[in-house]
């Protein structure tokens, strides 16, 4: 293969999810609507992690970092698509193109890793109640969260470099509204063969060890509430972790409806389309998934609010009037 640079490519077109024109104004209000749902609920959902200590459990650790990591997965492709609406350019720059590529498999890669580990604590929890503390304790926790972000850079680093690597063609059309690989790389002139076996390859470990995980766990702790004598018992047992299970539920069922759906139609703006609901749809309605079930957290959120509501006035009060 030869490098990418020396092909001289400059711009990637990001056709996004429709060609017509008078759409545009609805697809933009739509989008910048998920966009700032997205990022002032999970940013609720960090702020109440960090100010009430009752949350500083590990637990809420992890759900503050996929709340982070929701954050970041829809910032690396929202606001460019925003942009490319309003000035009616559809141009990404290659070096932009690659950037966004990486950064999107980074934080893809780490709400899968996030959404195992929370799965294990909670099978931690249900199963074994008593070394909970032990085993689930701030330096076990910490290198988990640190495990999951190394394996995510070094998978992200390692594609987006091979993709450096290729060389392409006049056609640079993504039939995307944004760079997702596997529609960059069929653009190449260059032989693939490499990178379509690394991109497989990962796709399908991490899709199967994360879904292993999150079964081998679910099935312990199903066999755990039903050993539960007591139907209040098993309610509070079960409670604990629904709201992870909707989460896993919500971006595995996606994630898989986009997978079929690409498989079974030619068209790969369908494709575009039905990837929005993982990539914008799901990270918008977990806070409200973990809100409405978790009555710690909205304890937290009344409070956070109230002080907003109570302190708000006085704040502004005193900058009028200094």
């Not at 070096?95 to 996030?114: D, K, N, R």
């Not at 999951?148 to 450096?164: D, E, G, I, R």
């Not at 806070?287 to 909205?298: A, C, E, G, Q, V």
Request: charged letters at 10%.
């Amino acid at each position: 293969m030869e490098p990418g640079n020396e092909t001289q490519i400059s711009e990637f077109l990001l056709l996004g999810l429709s060609k017509k024109i008078e759409l545009q104004p609805l697809i933009f209000g739509l989008f910048l609507s998920m966009y700032l749902i997205t990022v002032i609920g999970n940013l609720l959902i960090i702020l109440a992690v960090g100010s009430d200590s009752h949350l500083h459990t590990p637990m809420y650790f992890f759900l503050s970092n996929l709340s982070f990591v929701d954050v970041c997965f829809t910032s690396t492709t929202i606001p460019k698509m925003l942009k490319n609406i309003q000035t009616e350019n559809k141009a990404i720059t290659y070096e932009g193109c690659i950037t966004q590529i990486h950064f999107f498999l980074l934080f893809a890669t780490m709400e899968i890793f996030l959404l195992t580990v929370m799965a294990y604590d909670r099978f931690v929890a249900i199963c074994h109640p008593l070394h909970y503390t032990i085993i689930m304790n701030p330096r076990v926790c910490g290198l988990l969260a640190l495990m999951s972000w190394m394996m995510s850079v070094l998978n992200s680093l390692l594609q987006s470099l091979m993709v450096l690597w290729l060389s392409f063609c006049t056609d640079l059309e993504i039939p995307h509204f944004f760079c997702e690989i596997t529609q960059v790389v069929q653009l190449a002139c260059s032989d693939t063969f490499l990178n379509d076996i690394v991109l497989y390859f990962a796709t399908m470990l991490l899709g199967s060890v994360s879904l292993t995980g999150i079964l081998y766990s679910y099935s312990k702790i199903a066999s755990s509430i039903r050993r539960i004598s007591s139907a209040q018992g098993k309610y509070k047992a079960f409670s604990s972790c629904a709201s992870h299970l909707s989460v896993v539920s919500l971006f595995y069922c996606t994630a898989l409806g986009v997978y079929l759906s690409s498989g079974t139609t030619h068209s790969s703006q369908s494709s575009a389309t039905a990837s929005v609901m993982y990539t914008v749809v799901t990270p918008m309605l977990n806070p409200f998934i973990y809100s409405l079930r978790n009555k710690d957290i909205r304890r937290a959120l009344r409070r956070i609010i109230g002080m907003a509501v109570l302190y708000g006035p006085i704040v502004l009060g005193l900058k009028k009037y200094p």
